[in-house]
């Protein structure tokens, strides 16, 4: 296939959340989502495909925010792919590498080229990846609470709906009581885990080793970004699995934690690490190391979304990842078909593509701006 860059558009989307969305690094109450249109030329054909960026407004999460990802796209990605040979998802990073950095704003580029060349071939994303199963485990995300109360109502109310684990998020003073009447209310079978987001330091390995008696199916980066060594000591000190996300932004930094002892398991972001492609590598060193996996999100639309349920489908995802059903966000998604949760699973797509189709008379309304970026050639 030899396909040439025709068109590129970026647009900004803002989506009020249903509810606020509390982490230890703040709360967000609506998503300003940026996404990629390309259009590639193929056969003198022309075909669409997008992509979602997973950076938040501010750079709270990581380093990299929207209006950054959107100014290195236009100014610094998409140069580099007009020029010089044919374009294909699987040559963008290395056209991408010399730009340090901005794997979200990387990720959403590789994706668009991604959507648009398996639309082409007729051939949707999880069977493009591997994946061996048609329906993966939900697991649903749960903030924090100015009160138990008001957690255990949340809680209660996904239960409801089945998903399958609960993921909660802590930080110092809402720790170890919410864990434990979380964990009361649920039972001891059901799969409980929680995420700090950096919000602790070495000096509280003692006191993170209490959330040893939950039984947690995993403790998601407590420290730092950059500390490595200090979750190797507390996976030493701790009988709870350390699990690293924001640590993790390649394949190369994820075979380093496993080598130090810093990570027993993996959340894997495709937007964190540079997109799907980067992800299926981790995926497969992690198989190969034993570490289990599993995919984490970003408050994506459906079509981020539906992308992760299809990478969610290899073998090494053995632990539900944070796929929730698109009305755990959003009271409309910008899709035609939204992530649905039915016996606690998540359909994996099998449309050509991302396996998703937008709602384009609802996405012009949602769009707060579209560029068409110049591509001289
Ligand atoms: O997409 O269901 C989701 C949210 C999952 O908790 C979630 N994501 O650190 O894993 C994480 C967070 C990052 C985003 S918080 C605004
Ligand atoms: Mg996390």
Redesign the pocket.
Known sequence: MSARLAEVELRRVQLALVSP?R?S??A?TDRDVLLVRVALEVDGERIDGWGECVA?REP??SAEFVDAAELVIDEHLVPRLVDGPPVSAASVAGRLAAVKGHPMAKAAVEMAVLDAELRHRGECLARHLGGTVDRVPSG??V?IFDSIDELLSAVQGYLDEGYLRI?L?IEPGWDIEPVRRVRELIGPEMGLQV?A?TAYGRSDIEHLCRLDEFDLLLI??PLAEEDIVGHAQLARASATPVCL??SIVSLATAADAIELGATQII?I?PGRVGGYLEARRIHDLCVDRGVPVWC?????TGIG?AANAALASLPGFTLPG???AST??YARDIVTDPIVVVDGHVAVPTTPGLGFELDLPHLDTVTRSSTLIELSS
């Open positions: 969305f982490t690094f703040g967000e938040l709270v999460y649903v995300s903030g993921k998020k995420d987001n998601e980066q996300d924001e959340n972001k984490g999100g970003m408050l994506e979304r944070d796929i929730s755990r966000f």
